[in-house]
């Protein structure tokens, strides 16, 4: 309540959004896939930022600790912090937490194997009182792969219908291509009219 009344007071079109993504792949990374430390990371979440910024996606780093990149979109500036997801950094996702106005949430629609495991990270994330306040916006990313999982088949095996502690929504896209990616900038922007600006 006193965030919805800061920024309607101080008229702050500023948005904090929080980039995270499920577990990562155990198989090797491809020509699609971001690599972390050890080359098994798969999401592709960095190479959505990088697209999204309009850099070269065609060679990704590793995220150690985090990025933060700026963007000004339909009168808003946004904030995306591009947090690491190595398991040694995953203890410090927390300190990232605060004042979140949308959690995106990455998963590769390629990893039927470890998508289990993304539901359960992602309710564990939905229970931290610093993110009650965020809406998510779930990436579903690598779309554009053939044998890749449908909308419908996430949407059930994470039990996205199942939350309502937050306002969500689920969007396929490819962070190569930039496929739905602005889609989704749209729909926090038009989330954060909705919930967080009285203007």
Same mark, same amino acid.
């Given at each position: 309540?006193?965030?919805?009344?800061?920024?309607?007071?101080?008229?702050?079109?500023?948005?904090?959004?929080?980039?995270?993504?499920?577990?990562?792949?155990?198989?090797?990374?491809?020509?699609?896939?971001?690599?972390?430390?050890?080359?098994?990371?798969?999401?592709?979440?960095?190479?959505?930022?990088?697209?999204?910024?309009?850099?070269?996606?065609?060679?990704?780093?590793?995220?150690?600790?985090?990025?933060?990149?700026?963007?000004?979109?339909?009168?808003?500036?946004?904030?995306?912090?591009?947090?690491?997801?190595?398991?040694?950094?995953? !203890?410090?996702?927390?300190?990232?937490?605060?004042?979140?106005?949308?959690?995106?949430? /990455?998963? %590769? #629609?390629? $990893? +039927? &194997?470890?998508?289990?495991?993304?539901?359960?990270?992602?309710?564990?994330?939905?229970?931290?009182?610093?993110?009650?306040?965020?809406?998510?916006?779930?990436?579903?990313?690598?779309?554009?792969?053939?044998?890749?999982?449908?909308?419908?088949?996430?949407?059930?095996?994470?039990?996205?219908?199942?939350?309502?502690?937050?306002?969500?929504?689920?969007?396929?896209? !490819?962070?190569?291509?930039?496929?739905?990616?602005?889609?989704?900038?749209?729909?926090? /922007?038009? %989330? #954060?009219? $909705? +919930? &967080?600006?009285?203007?």
């Amino acid at each position: 309540m006193l965030s919805i009344l800061r920024k309607a007071r101080l008229k702050d079109k500023e948005m904090r959004i929080l980039m995270l993504y499920g577990p990562p792949s155990f198989r090797l990374s491809n020509r699609f896939a971001d690599s972390n430390s050890s080359g098994l990371d798969n999401a592709g979440k960095t190479t959505i930022v990088k697209q999204i910024m309009r850099e070269d996606v065609t060679t990704v780093s590793p995220t150690l600790g985090f990025i933060i990149k700026t963007i000004d979109f339909a009168g808003y500036r946004l904030n995306i912090w591009d947090v690491g997801g190595q398991k040694t950094l995953r !203890s410090y996702w927390k300190n990232y937490f605060e004042k979140t106005d949308t959690l995106v949430w /990455v998963v %590769d #629609a390629t $990893d +039927r &194997l470890r998508v289990n495991d993304c539901r359960e990270e992602l309710a564990g994330l939905l229970l931290e009182e610093r993110l009650m306040g965020a809406s998510l916006l779930v990436f579903l990313n690598k779309t554009d792969v053939e044998g890749c999982m449908s909308e419908t088949e996430v949407r059930e095996r994470l039990c996205l219908d199942a939350i309502k502690t937050h306002k969500w929504t689920i969007l396929p896209c !490819s962070a190569m291509t930039g496929a739905n990616l602005h889609e989704g900038l749209d729909w926090i /922007v038009q %989330d #954060a009219k $909705d +919930r &967080l600006f009285l203007y």
